[in-house]
């Protein structure tokens, strides 16, 4: 549809602008997609496919040519993110004793305390890095916006508001990963204390 093609390279299924278009050159990869902000998988597909090869062709050098199954994985983990962080009115009726602060509270502390052990104390992260993901506050202000109705910005805009000289390469290359992690364990610990809760 709408002109594009597909191709195999080195094994892997990529997407083409164009039926004419041949990859002859570095094309992006599956870790390029999986770095790329959840902005730019809102909408429909057609409007994805627009805006990812935009930007291979505005800010990359890389050659503008998608990986198909990359895309698709981002896509469908994407939405169910989006799924699994919203639950329907219907089963939000919690007791009114549920004491959510005490919750998030719980589920942030056992996080720190994860930070602390595998990431500080193995020297994965120096003591101003892990500042930045504990105390100055991007894992707090990230549970405060689950707890007061969701999440409405990508993890590296919670870390650039305390590295303001971090970009967005250097973010995915170094704090992605781990900041994704952490940011799991905390969600899991809400989930599992209020099903305790119920």
């Known amino acids: 549809k709408k002109n594009y093609s597909k191709t195999s390279y080195f094994g892997v299924v990529y997407i083409l602008e164009n ?16 770095a790329l902000p959840n902005n730019f998988f809102h909408g429909s597909n057609e409007k994805i496919l627009v805006a990812v090869f935009d930007y291979l062709k505005k800010e990359t050098d890389l050659y503008p040519a998608v990986p198909l199954n990359a895309l698709i994985r981002r896509i469908k983990r994407y939405h169910s993110d989006n799924f699994t962080n919203s639950l329907p009115p219907k089963q939000t009726n919690f007791d009114s004793n549920l004491d959510i602060e005490n ?7 056992d996080v720190t305390a994860r930070l602390n052990t595998f ?9 101003d ?26 993890l590296y805009d919670y870390f650039n508001a305390h590295m303001i000289d971090l970009s967005k390469e250097d973010f995915y290359e170094k704090y992605h990963h781990n900041l994704d992690y952490l940011i799991r364990l905390l969600k899991k610990g809400i989930a599992e204390r209020l099903e305790i809760e119920k």
């Open 19 to 34: 039926v004419s278009a041949e990859l002859n050159q570095k094309p992006s990869s599956a870790e390029f997609i999986e």
């Open 103 to 109: 919750i998030v509270s719980c589920s942030l502390n």
């Open 119 to 127: 990431y500080v104390e193995k020297g994965k992260l120096n003591k």
């Open 129 to 154: 890095e892990s500042e930045i993901f504990r105390n100055v506050n991007v894992l707090v202000e990230y549970a405060n916006d689950l707890k007061d109705g969701g999440v409405s910005r990508g």
